[in-house]
């Protein structure tokens, strides 16, 4: 029997953890540890959801739509403000930054 509270446990204690565990260990892992289970199924469907859009933007976008809108997405998951911006912002309570918003789709 493996113990996999100690292997959670590992898990937790790094940011990022490999492990090669068969289908029966991993229906096993998730349902003896809802918790786990359910982030697993968090991950599954945000990944779904990802390659849904991608394949969306393919079929029915063109290249400049979808370098726009990639450079949207990075920006809204991965972009910070700067100092810059935050001193823009600051300036003027009642002047709001300008939000970044992809383009309307093209019909």
């Not at 565990?21 to 945000?46: C, P, V, W, Y």
């Not at 390659?51 to 976008?61: A, D, N, P, Q």
Request: proline share 5%.
């Amino acid at each position: 029997m493996i113990d996999w509270t100690a292997i959670l446990q590992q898990v937790r204690d790094h940011e990022r953890c490999s492990l090669i565990l068969s289908t029966q260990e991993m229906q096993t892992l998730m349902r003896d540890h809802n918790a786990f289970g359910l982030f697993m199924m968090k991950i599954m469907g945000s990944r779904v959801l990802q390659m849904e859009k991608c394949l969306e933007s393919l079929v029915f976008k063109d290249s400049r739509t979808r370098i726009i809108e990639f450079l949207y997405d990075l920006a809204q998951e991965k972009g910070i403000r700067s100092v810059l911006s935050a001193r823009y912002a600051s300036s003027s309570p009642t002047r709001k930054l300008p939000t970044l918003r992809p383009p309307p789709a093209k019909q």
